[in-house]
């Protein structure tokens, strides 16, 4: 009779160890080796391949976040459930619908901003090269006309000339 309650207690004992180890929420492996169960998150001189179960809404910068708490070592799970993170859910058909279709969006944004600073660029190589040529007139002294106000042919006298050699060149200026 006696080993009967021994047999009994030393597989209530077993029972408990199990549920003990099936309730604890994390296990890693100590610095002997020796895998530790908690509830409580490892310390933090655990490194994170030594970890290898972790809750599944805790994400791990959460977990780093509570042993180190500044009221003298007090842990608060509230802050953990506040930061909870889908790390092993994994995503919904929709969801990854969702996540694909802003990738795609994004992706659309950047081509267009690109196409529209390469037309920018293209434009400003047009019109820098046009203001080369202007340049490369005014200054050969050739005669150079153009209409005036009423429609009439007119040309540029000194001043204009150099009016606008001062102008193409600030303009010059700005394509380098």
Request: aromatic share 6%; charged share 30%; proline share 5%.
């Amino acid at each position: 009779m006696k080993v009967f309650w021994l047999m009994r207690a030393a597989t209530g004992l077993a029972a408990f160890t199990l549920a003990v180890a099936a309730w604890a929420q994390y296990v890693w492996l100590d610095e002997n080796g020796v895998k530790q169960f908690s509830d409580m998150p490892p310390p933090a001189s655990i490194s994170k391949n030594r970890i290898l179960k972790e809750p599944r809404n805790v994400s791990q910068s959460a977990s780093e976040a509570l042993p180190g708490t500044s009221d003298g070592g007090a842990q608060n799970p509230a802050p953990a459930t506040a930061t909870a993170v889908k790390t092993n859910i994994p995503m919904t058909t929709a969801e990854k619908n969702a996540d694909f279709q802003k990738r795609r969006r994004e992706q659309a944004e950047t081509e267009k901003k690109a196409a529209e600073q390469a037309k920018l660029a293209a434009d400003k190589s047009k019109n820098c090269e046009r203001a080369r040529a202007y340049n490369r007139a005014l200054e050969s002294g050739e005669r150079i006309a153009h209409t005036d106000k009423s429609d009439e042919r007119a040309f540029l006298s000194d001043e204009q000339r150099d009016k606008e050699i001062r102008e193409t060149k600030r303009m010059l200026d700005e394509c380098r």
